[in-house]
């Protein structure tokens, strides 16, 4: 088990572990024993979600792995994200009194007291966002939730609560790796101390969603790129004795975010942890900050009808 860790300060009384284990595409009936298999490997912060449907499996994996290690609850560093519902797709937008409910609901699937850190999905429903960022405020009051903030939210939607003089979020999830690097969202966070977890941070690998019914808005050209035997992941792996996915996870960690990796492989489950016995040289950061081509590929703040 690595034991090497990192954290970020979401609040005064709450460190989340920078590698958390992401399940976004994990079914329900696979995520008990997934979870168990990552706590079990060192992780200390999985990350869920309301529309991954998959709450159930991840409390169960949580609760069998703290019975078998003999871990305290307060190690483990819990987030689930509110669905803010999507009138595109049909859905009514959650309110103030729904949102509430919503939280109560994934605590019941999650077998759990408390949730570490609760996210709105995404920044659907301008006339709604705000009843519901007001009650993931009172959530936090009541001891509900340890820390609140978003998703896929950009500087507009965020300034819409300072406008009105509510807390700003503890943190923002956001799809960050080299090929979507978001320098102006990114300084505006740090700006507000807002800390940042990138998701979607393998997008580079010529495997990330090449599944059936994992679709993703990669180019040909992006797919392309990721296969090519010269890529510059590949060569950087190569130098530093690693794999892929461990040198874009680590390009994460030394900008400074927390980065969820997701995988059902038990061995890449343990080396997607392993990321602190190297690090990055400068001339290698630097090639790989001219390598930005914009919004990324998993989600757009401009089309609701993306997933996020």
């Known amino acids: 088990m690595p034991t090497q860790q990192k954290y970020i300060n979401l609040t005064n009384n709450l460190k989340m572990s920078m590698v958390g284990f992401g399940t976004y595409l994990i079914q329900d009936e696979d995520a008990q024993s997934l979870v168990h298999q990552a706590i079990r490997s060192g992780y200390r912060h999985v990350d869920t979600a309301e529309a991954y449907g998959n709450e159930n499996g991840v409390g169960l994996g949580i609760k069998t ?23 595109a797709w049909g859905q009514a937008p959650k309110t103030y009194a729904s949102t509430i409910e919503s939280l109560q609901a994934s605590l019941a699937k999650l077998q759990l007291d ?10 659907f429903h301008q006339t709604q966002r705000l009843e519901q960022w007001k009650a993931l405020v009172e959530l936090q009051r009541q001891g509900k939730v340890r820390a609140i903030g978003v998703s896929n939210f950009n500087e507009a939607h965020i300034e819409e609560i300072k406008a009105v003089g ?24 740090a700006e507000n101390d807002i800390s940042i977890i990138a998701y979607s941070s393998l997008v580079p690998l010529s495997n990330w969603r090449d599944v059936e019914g994992q679709a993703s808005a990669k180019t ?22 690693v794999s892929e996915a461990q040198v874009l996870l ?13 995988s059902t492989n038990a061995e890449r489950i343990r080396q997607n942890i392993d990321l602190f016995g190297f690090e990055i040289d400068d001339e290698d950061m630097a090639a790989m900050a001219k390598m930005d081509r914009g919004e990324g590929v998993a989600w757009s703040s401009g089309d609701p009808t993306k997933e996020a």
């Open 166 to 189: 509510l807390p700003l979020p503890d943190a923002n999830q956001i799809e960050l790796h080299p090929w979507s690097q978001k320098p102006d969202l990114v300084s505006y966070l």
């Open 114 to 123: 408390y949730i570490d850190l609760y996210l709105i999905h995404a920044p």
């Open 220 to 241: 040909e050209q992006m797919k392309a790129d990721g296969a090519d035997s010269d890529s510059p992941f590949k060569v950087m792996a190569k130098k530093y004795g």
């Open 250 to 262: 680590r390009w994460g960690i030394q900008k400074g975010y927390a980065v969820l990796p997701k």
């Open 65 to 87: 792995a703290l019975g078998e290690l003999g871990i305290s609850r307060e190690e483990i560093c819990v987030t689930t994200k509110l669905w803010p519902g999507n009138e």
